[in-house]
């Protein structure tokens, strides 16, 4: 990768043209309609990323995110006025950690930079190259957790255990050297205080959702599939679960389809579980995220009957779009789900209680209605440009600069 333009200069804005250097395992696809990207490889972090991203570029921030190729072409491109994305390594679903070598020599030379902000979730290289650049730029170090591969993984193979040892240690030293961890929910933050990290070096912010993206309509992209309809949008493995969603959707009775957008390793067995469902069940592949709000809009009931969890982005999109959702019982969902005030909770793997949940939500229309209206008024809480706006203060605070960020985000 050769010919990478150097990064902006300083503009006079809310973050001053602060310069960021971003580390993530994934970021979005080069065009946000790019279906190259045959699946999403780590789901609501690439979104979250790529939202944040965006919405500090408005702010004044002078970005350079580092992250890996997926399984479209590396090389880089421009995001907003003055950022740059660079996609590195190989083929992610070939070699996970493959990007970090080839972008190590851009996070350790060129321009300086004022602020290293790693995202870690379930891989090894993020936090150890975050902690060397900062170390090389002598700035500040911040981290956000997506999932803790200590806490929050669950080891079902030689594979993940191996991630849960590894990724696990590394993650312990990141946390410990940052000069501000970013965790997704409060049960995560306590966690983290528990472990040794001061609390005054924690802060809560979730993921969260562009109203943007919400404010419209559009026709529905599968007019020729029946109603009521049950949604999935996710990743297709094992973490999800989708094996218990096929298992509950078949003991619910009357006319529902089963709309399951995503993509995976997952996927064939997937369908394959649902093939006496015959017509009922459909599988669309991967949709980018710029038209999620479109499926959203045209469906009556978001389901995610995953394993484990940390706190899923797609379920405050879900409730962004005024839908009621049925999620489970695990890591941080508890936090965002009130159970039968804005969604329903079920426990994870327990196919008899989740065709339950999802035979009511279709069955009582007054209880579907009063969800949504919940969740709705729930989503308001979750929005990117105010959620932002305080990951620009941090930047503000481990800088030196004390105030507040000037202007509005």
Known sequence: MTGLPELGDRCPEVLGGMRVLRLCSVFEPAALSDRSARYDAIGGMQNHTAELSRQLDRMGAVQLVLTSRLDGPAGWTGLGQRGRVVRAGVDMRLARQGWAPLAAPLAL????????????GEDVAVGPLARL????????????????????????SARTAWLRLAGGLAERRTLAAADMVIALTPAAADRMASEGIPEGRIRVIPPGYDPELFAGDGPDPFPDLGRPRVGYIGRITPQKDLGTLINAFGRVAGPACLLI????????????QARPLAGRARFTGFVSHARVPAVLRHIDLLVLATRYEELPSVLIEAMAARLPVIASRVGGIPILVDHDVNGLLVPPGDAAALAAAITRILTEPGTAARLGAAAWQTAQRYTWPALARQVAEIYLQVTGNRGQPRGTA
């Open 261 to 272: 957008v995503g993509d995976g390793p997952g996927r064939h067995a997937a369908e394959q």
């Open 133 to 156: 650049a900062a170390r090389r730029h002598r700035c500040p170090v911040v981290i956000t957790v997506h999932a803790s591969v200590r806490h929050t993984m669950r080891v079902a």
């Open 109 to 120: 030379g060129g321009t300086p930079v004022d602020v290293v902000h790693g995202h870690c």
